[in-house]
């Protein structure tokens, strides 16, 4: 009886031994409650109580109404090889989280404003004029394959996902531009002139979708793709990659999820959001400038941060941006802008601005000749002359491309191996790169960036193109 007793306390013993040795190994993020102790200046980006709603479960489209909106949401992509095409699938659905390898790296795209985004979805192919395939050596494919910007980090071994707003973004039929203020309108709050406006497929606005901005719908998006998939799902890089007014969806997103991840909300965890931010010629504001010399910023008017319920004043899209990028910061997030001549980045920021800016991120200045490029593709009639030729679009494909090819050097010392930043750069060589400004010195007739060399020619040359 006495061995059977002491038998059974000594496996008590191993079992409690075994359970702490378990406790101690297990992987529990701490609390890391100073990321959120300090605010900034935009305090109406802030919900004072934190008591926010269930994103998950309460947020998303009235498919009833407009069963058509099915198509708008993140989705996972997947490469069928056999037939060279996309497979795409919701984030929210057990099919799309199958597409998704947690051990892998993950890329998230978020377009920017679509005039025509009622008739054409974004798919982010690339103008077969670029002969992209060629270009990057992905022989397998064809130069009469259709070439997409999620294949080419697919066949480098990422995760890809998108998030589709084109709805939203979109002006109405026929109408031959839509204003970047009606987007910025709905990315943040619901009660600006246009409201919660989408366009069905003939062109015509609808209301009433939704009662939530376009970034609480990329925040509740987000949420129920990453709760569908493994717990170990962040322990890989996660990227954000934002052309244009995308840079809002995302400012204003992120921002959100940031709050989110807040122990005493516990929506998302903080592995969860993103190690690095791509802002392609990301949307800041358009600065006005009047023939008595002053300016002023064209955005919307008093509208209120939908999850806040704060007054969002008047001109200050530009403030609420850099404020929402300090908070990225905090949270370790690396950024890279990628620039051009007639960049957003330059129309937006002045020299304070641009400092300030470069406390966060690197600024690399693609100005190829796109022009030549794409002149030879009869198919993008007065496109060439404008939007592609002076690189808005073109930033995208080349940034979006460049997962492919070689790190681009840094040639500003021959005597010192170095690279600038391009999306196949590592994150971790980036963020020692932050604060730095790149031109394109050399290679910059070809399509290929890793053929590109930059230099850092000093702020000087940045800012020649800057008011004080």
């Known amino acids: 009886m006495k061995k059977l007793l002491l038998a059974l306390a000594s496996a008590v013993i191993i079992v409690l031994l075994c359970s702490i040795v378990c406790i101690a190994c297990t992987k529990t993020p701490a609390a890391n409650n ?35 909106l099915d198509e708008c949401g993140l989705f996972w992509y997947s490469w069928d090889s056999s037939a060279k095409q996309l497979l795409e699938e919701p984030a929210d659905s057990e099919l799309g989280a199958s597409f998704v390898d947690p051990t892998k790296p993950t890329v998230v795209f978020i377009h920017g404003m679509q005039m025509d985004g009622y008739a054409y979805r974004n798919d982010y192919q690339v103008p077969a004029v670029l002969s992209p395939a060629e270009t990057l050596g992905l022989t397998e494919l064809s130069s009469s394959d259709k070439f997409y910007i999620q294949y080419a980090w697919l066949n480098k071994g990422w995760n890809v996902g998108m998030f589709h707003w084109e709805r939203f973004s979109s002006g109405e ?84 999820l940031t709050e989110l991840a807040h122990p005493d909300v516990n929506q998302i965890s903080v592995d969860k959001l993103p190690n690095r931010y791509a802002l392609i010629d990301t949307y800041f504001g358009t600065v006005v400038k009047l023939d008595n010399g002053e300016s002023f910023i064209m955005g919307p008017e008093d509208i209120t941060v939908r999850w806040s319920g704060k007054t969002l004043p008047q001109g200050k899209i530009k403030d609420t941006i850099f404020d929402c990028l300090k908070v990225f910061n905090r949270f370790g997030i690396v950024m890279e802008y990628i620039a051009y001549k007639g960049s957003f980045l330059l129309m937006s920021l002045d020299k304070a601005d641009m400092r300030e800016f470069l406390e966060y991120a690197t600024i690399t200045d693609a100005r190829l000749n796109w022009g030549d490029m794409y002149s030879n593709d009869p198919k993008l009639g007065w496109v060439t002359t404008w939007e592609l030729q002076h690189g808005h679009v073109a930033m995208l494909h080349l940034y979006g491309c460049s997962i492919a090819a070689d790190k681009c050097p840094d040639i500003t010392d021959s005597d010192v191996i170095a690279y600038a930043p391009s999306a196949a750069l590592p994150t971790e060589e980036l963020r020692k790169l932050v604060g730095n400004y790149y031109l394109l010195t050399e290679g910059g007739t070809g399509f290929d960036m890793g053929k590109h060399k930059y230099t850092q020619p000093g702020l000087d040359a940045l800012f020649e193109f800057l008011v004080d």
């Open 173 to 256: 039929g026929g109408a031959l531009l839509e204003l970047p203020t009606g987007n910025e309108e709905r990315i943040w709050a619901t009660d600006g002139p246009s409201k919660d406006r989408h366009i069905d497929p003939t062109g015509y606005p609808h209301f009433g979708a939704t009662e939530y901005s376009i970034a609480e719908h990329f925040a509740a998006e987000y949420i129920r793709a990453m709760n569908l998939l493994p717990n170990n799902m962040g322990e890989e890089e996660i990227r954000f990659v934002a052309h244009s007014m995308g840079g809002q969806v995302v400012a204003a997103g992120l921002f959100l």
């Open 34 to 68: 100073t990321l959120w102790d300090e605010r900034v200046e935009s305090d109406y980006l802030y919900n004072d109580t934190r008591d926010y709603i269930d994103y998950a479960k309460e947020v998303d489209w009235d498919y009833e109404q407009f069963p058509y």
